[in-house]
């Protein structure tokens, strides 16, 4: 399946650069149907791309952190990196984000990308199964030298049947599934190889139709944590 995933990239890849050369102009006017057929290729050709990388970053077998690959990152920039990407879908859904962050820049040492799809993925699914006018909140502090994360969301919850199932690939809820048809269930297995390769801890607490909350622990030992000596 990996490799199959790996050589479909390329072709995925260059389809959605075709179909940007045409959208953006470049080879004369297109009419308004036109453009409109083709906008919706290239959102598809989005979602297969991301589907074939969900699927490289599960199948990547570096479970082991290599000194090498760590490079110094600011929780609160790619917090506000991920929210930033996400705010066209907050406003859409007039859903309130409450952020808490430390006073002093958290950086941490992570293979780059880590924690953007760690937030992306916990974020977005928060955002996706909370109904219009609902509240997210993502808490980052320290506690006994170790970061703490916390993502709520007042949404659409987990039943306590499929909550045990929620970090398998491919599992998707039934009432997720109602709500959202697109999915494919590989989010949560992403985020827990990303927090166990920090040696860190995820759990999740749920109730139907009130809401979820993900807690995320990373041991200091493995993140390093330096607060202060912002570097990027
Ligand atoms: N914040 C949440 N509120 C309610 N259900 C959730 C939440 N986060 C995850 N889930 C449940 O866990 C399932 C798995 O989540 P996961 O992110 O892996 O997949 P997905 O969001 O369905 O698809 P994708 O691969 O696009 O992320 C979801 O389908 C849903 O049933
Ligand atoms: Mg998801």
């Known amino acids: 399946m990996m490799m199959v995933a790996h050589e479909m990239r390329a072709p995925v890849t260059a389809i959605q650069g075709i179909l940007r050369t045409i959208l953006d102009g470049y080879l004369g006017e297109i009419s308004p149907r036109q453009k409109e057929l083709l906008s919706r290729a290239e959102l598809r050709t989005h979602s297969f791309l991301s589907l074939i990388n969900d699927l490289l970053d599960l199948g990547a077998n570096e479970t082991e952190l290599v000194e090498s690959k760590l490079s110094p990152t600011s929780l609160k920039d790619v917090l506000d990196k991920v929210l930033g990407l996400l705010g066209v879908k907050l406003k859409e859904k007039n859903i309130e984000i409450e952020v808490e962050t430390p006073e002093t820049p958290l950086i941490i040492s992570e293979v780059e990308g880590d924690m953007e799809k760690l937030f992306t993925n916990l974020i977005g699914n928060a955002v996706k199964y909370t109904a219009s006018n609902g509240k997210v909140s993502v808490r980052i502090g320290i506690e006994d030298k170790s970061i703490k994360i916390v993502v709520s969301d007042t949404g659409i919850g987990i039943s306590s049947e499929d909550l045990p199932h929620v970090f398998e690939e491919f599992y998707r809820a039934k009432n997720a599934r109602m709500l959202e048809r697109e999915g494919t269930g590989l989010g949560l297995p992403i985020v ?17 139709n ?23």
């Not at 390769?197 to 999740?204: M, P, Q």
């Not at 009130?210 to 990027?232: D, H, L, V």
């Open 192 to 208: 827990k190889r990303i927090v166990e390769r920090y040696d860190g801890k995820i759990s999740v607490e749920s109730e139907p």
């Open 210 to 232: 009130k809401g979820t909350i993900f807690t995320i622990i990373f041991p200091e030992n493995k993140i390093k944590i330096s607060p202060g000596n912002k570097r990027k």
